[in-house]
């Protein structure tokens, strides 16, 4: 199955991000929205995994979550790359970013033993869109440009979720697998 580990958000925050989804939707640019009740903060991708490696990675999450319980905000709207044709629209982590980082980084390590190559990089962020061409992406990234600068709301970084997700016709489907509380 092809599954990744992320954290929640809140139903407040991804109301708000549908309005944001919904104010650049205007722009002529094709962009892939994620569905409001998909937004998460992704901490590892793992890509395919067999169903026998799911108790190990449970059990590398448990390592992982050893880590006191946080909150971060969700802040500003930013694109992947952050310069020429925009890939991912995102929405930011600012306050509890360090945290999250801290635990990637517990993650990554508890990973590395069931052969998970380490991420090159790791920012904290919400994806929001996908965008599919480049057609329309100037004028979508002006539009990125010109959003106010604010927090969308404050969430729990209380469990680890590993998910199953299903690519279909109509974008990618998420189920929860399992859940680890942060705080041993």
Request: proline content about 8%; charged content about 25%; overall charge neutral.
């Amino acid at each position: 199955m092809r599954a990744f580990i992320g954290i929640d958000v809140t139903e407040e925050v991804r109301v708000r991000l549908a309005r944001v989804q919904d104010e650049l939707a205007d722009a002529p640019a094709k962009v892939r929205w994620v569905p409001p009740p998909n937004l998460h903060v992704t901490l590892k991708f793992l890509g395919e995994i067999e169903d026998d490696t799911v108790e190990k990675v449970q059990a590398a999450m448990a390592e992982a979550a050893v880590q006191e319980p946080f909150e971060f905000d969700v802040h500003g709207i930013g694109t992947f790359p952050p310069h020429g044709r925009p890939r991912v629209i995102w929405a930011g982590v600012s306050t509890g970013g360090e945290d999250i980082r801290k635990l990637h980084g517990r993650l990554e390590k508890a990973l590395r033993p069931l052969g998970f190559d380490p991420d090159k990089r790791f920012t904290p962020h919400v994806t929001i869109g996908r965008v599919k061409s480049s057609r329309g992406a100037r004028q979508l990234s002006e539009m990125i440009a010109g959003q106010p600068e604010k927090t969308y709301g404050t969430c729990p970084g209380a469990e680890l979720v590993l998910y199953k997700s299903t690519l279909t016709s109509r974008g990618a489907e998420y189920e929860q697998i399992a859940g680890q509380p942060l705080g041993g």
